[in-house]
């Protein structure tokens, strides 16, 4: 198979939605087909991002305000894109992200309050240009993301410094995440995750197989100039 251009996808989304098993189950059904492809989440992804992932995950941070927060993931975010997503892409990977920007916009942005504009800064120095090719936001009642989360996690595991807001708040970052897909409908789009796990999947293939088939167009584009 001629090795095709690299991609950049996210997965965005509240807590317990899904987005860890279908990227597991995405990057089976991708390998199969011969792509390479690098399976990564945020905060973290990164020797760097992980120190601080750490650090926001275990609340460490949280008594020095969301300014400060929302500058950590921002942070870490850099690192990792800078290590590890642009040169996978570069070297033509399909890169499956378990959270990215969207999540600052939600969580600190709307949820925390921060000034838009504040966002958007932090945004481009972190970002650098790395906008993902496809952002996948699964959609899911806050109440039963938040169960799963906890099924997941056993019932004496303590939530972490996100998942314990209130059932209100993740609601409110449900409807951020919707609203996504609404003003960014070209990039992010709504998959609904109140499904069993292969109806979630077939969902997340039809939205994936369009761009992997623009970008083998676009290889033969070029291999037919060349
Ligand atoms: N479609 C589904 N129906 C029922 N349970 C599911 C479904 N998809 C995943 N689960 C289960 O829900 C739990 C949470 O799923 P998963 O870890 O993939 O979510 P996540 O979005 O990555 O969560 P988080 O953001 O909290 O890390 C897991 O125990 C998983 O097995
Ligand atoms: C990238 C990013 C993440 N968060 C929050 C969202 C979740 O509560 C945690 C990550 O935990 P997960 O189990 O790995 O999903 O961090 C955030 O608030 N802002 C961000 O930019």
Redesign the pocket.
Known sequence: MTKSAGLFITFEGG?GVG?STQISRLADVLRRRGHDVLVT???GGSLGAEAVRHV??SGAAEEFGVRMEAML?AAA?SDHIEQVIRPAVAEGTIVLC????D??RV??GVTGNLEPQFIEHLERIAVNGMIPDLTLVFDLPASVGLGRAKAREGKDAAP????KEEVSTHEKRREAFIDLTRTEPERCKLIDANKAEDLVALAVLAAVDPILHEGAADEAVKGQKA
């Open positions: 807590e987005k989440r945020e905060p926001l995950l993931f975010r378990d959270r990215f920007m999540s600052s969580y600190q972490d410094r996100f998942e």
